[in-house]
């Protein structure tokens, strides 16, 4: 790394660390819905990227709304445009596992197919509705400029509110699997199916709701994406590698192991992005996770009982 | 409480339950007896509804269940104890105990399962993945309980444990006898833990059932002939 002083190294990995950071957030939001999916119900939804995108064409949607007719809500419409994209893709999401999903249950090979043709079926709506270019909402001035504590460093403001939605949503999350009866349910069907029925618990309407509920976290992390990059109609499908990448190296089900593997996939990433070209970042990463993985196949955490 | 008629169960094309009828009256302990793949296991996953039914009806007091799923048919009083205890590994006990009370509304776990299984409370923070295999049994019971059945089904309740402990749990299912309305179904191979539960025992061989005794009536060298290879 030779031309830095230890000064400008410093600078250069603090804020490469936090551009990992936003990057961090949007993979862990993506990560958590799909961790979710799969560890509740063994569905590869290779459509969670669309679901993202659903997110991140919802915001731009309100954005443009409140641009046009309400100029004055322009500071505030992100909160509500955040509510929003929870929503929709979460009501889509629902739509999608009662009209297909949950007739392939058994079928998980058919289910990897149908996500991915409902992906690419979304992916061409998206291109008719909004075209092929690629869109930003307006962003609100709370959102732009940036925070410097020296005068190397420039900390992006939309990066510190990524930040932040992404520690509550993932709190929400930890709360309502760990600490609800509903998530008790959830826990309960992800490890037996068959017998969580024969204890009463409705498992098909348990799986309908948390599908939606990944898909809503998955709108989440496109609103929240919206803030650090522009959408277009294949943005969904950039990022459902990585994102599958976070769920296998953190181990399935375990939603602490979603956070660590997000964290270190997207910080080795970005810090080694500014040294070598990114696509060497990507392969560097790649590999050290597949021999990870080929070590330890269960992930990073994994839950250990008597067998 | 629990009646049967002509009840058929199939895998695929080939039929394992035959027919089956009986009735289990309110209050009562009734044992059903047969060497392994004679269709016990069968028989229970079809009652609480895991296998569906080929031909037959199954009524819960009075009411049919027949094409209910599973979780309806708990809601209709019937709780189930499976073979090898089935419970959720990684759930701490507590949280195993808290899964069956969904259908009773039931807020917080009432004090008499604890009394019943005082192991229980000890270890209500472990995972139930880490409970030896009776304390396994207790835990797959207590969930069960908690749901307020009025048929408890147990599918071979003394498989792989110690003597001592199928003691225990025989004297555990008296006492929940006494303590409750409930009529409990149980299958079993081991006739010494029946002779000590059951009102009644019934002898199952392939699908069919071929002998019925009252408890007091009970010829235990005919029976054990039944259950000997």
Redesign the interface.
């Known amino acids: 790394m030779g031309d830095y002083t230890t000064q400008e190294l410093l600078s250069i990995f603090a804020m490469q660390g936090f551009a990992g950071f936003s990057l961090f957030s949007v993979l862990l939001l993506m990560a958590l819905g799909l961790a979710i999916i799969f560890g509740q119900m063994g569905v590869i939804n290779m459509a969670h990227g669309e679901f993202m995108a659903v997110g991140a064409y919802t915001t731009y949607l309100m954005s443009a709304v409140s641009e046009k007719y309400f100029p004055g809500f322009i500071q505030y419409y992100f909160v509500f445009a955040i509510v929003f994209s929870f929503l929709i893709a979460g009501l889509l999401g629902y739509l999608a596992e009662f009209a297909l999903i949950r007739h392939l249950y058994k079928r998980p090979l058919d289910t990897l197919l149908a996500t991915w043709g409902l992906s690419l079926i979304m992916q061409q709506t998206f291109r008719s509705v909004f075209g092929a270019r690629e869109v930003s909402p307006t962003l609100p001035d709370w959102l732009l400029g940036s925070y410097q504590p020296t005068d190397t460093i420039d900390i992006p403001l939309n990066g510190l509110f990524v930040l932040a939605l992404t520690a509550i949503v993932t709190l929400g999350v930890f709360i309502l699997m760990y600490r609800s ?1 509903w998530g ?2 959830v ?2 069907t992800t ?2 199916r ?10 098909k309407k348990i799986d309908r709701l948390t599908f939606a509920l990944g898909c809503g976290i998955a709108g989440i992390a496109g609103a929240a994406f919206t803030t650090i990059a522009s959408t277009g109609p294949t943005t969904g499908s950039l990022y459902i590698v990585d994102t599958f990448m976070v769920v296998v190296f953190g181990g399935a089900g375990s939603l602490f192991g979603t956070i660590a593997s997000a964290f270190s996939i997207a910080q080795a990433q970005s810090i080694l992005e500014f040294f070598i070209s990114g696509s060497m970042a990507k392969v560097m990463t790649l590999l050290t996770i597949v021999i990870f993985l080929m070590m330890r196949p269960e992930g990073l955490f994994s ?1 250990k ?2 067998k | 409480m629990l009646e049967v008629s002509d009840l058929h169960v199939s895998y695929g094309q080939s039929e394992v339950i035959h027919g089956i009828s009986f009735e289990a009256k309110k209050n009562e302990t009734l044992a059903i007896m047969g060497r392994n793949g004679m269709g016990k296991t069968t028989l229970f996953k079809s009652l ?3 296998l569906e039914a080929g031909k037959g009806s199954i009524k819960i007091d009075g009411k049919d269940v027949t094409k209910n ?3 309806q048919r ?2 209709n009083g019937i ?2 104890v ?1 073979q090898g205890r ?1 419970i ?4 701490t006990v507590q ?1 195993n105990i ?6 009773s509304g039931l807020k917080k776990i009432p004090d008499d399962i604890y009394a019943l299984f005082p192991v229980l409370q000890e270890m209500r923070h472990r ?4 409970l030896s295999g009776g304390q396994q049994q207790q835990l797959a019971i207590a ?2 309980l908690v ?1 307020n059945p009025k048929v408890l089904l147990l599918d071979e309740p003394t498989e792989g444990i110690q003597p001592s402990i199928i003691k225990d749990i025989a004297r555990i299912l008296n006492e929940i006898q006494q303590l409750r309305d409930i009529t409990i179904i149980v299958s079993e191979q081991v006739l010494s833990f029946t002779m000590a539960i059951a009102d009644r025992l019934i002898v199952i061989d392939k699908g069919n059932f071929i002998h019925e005794d009252l408890r007091e009536d009970v010829d235990t060298a005919q029976i054990s002939k039944y259950l000997s290879v």
């Open positions: 009866s008790l349910r826990r309960a490890q037996n068959v017998m969580s029925g024969a204890v009463g618990i409705n498992t839950i009982v008597r | 609480i509804g895991i799923e599973s979780y708990v809601e709780a189930y499976p089935m959720f590994p990684t759930l949280e808290e899964t069956g009370m969904e259908v995972k139930g993945g880490n969930r069960a749901t």
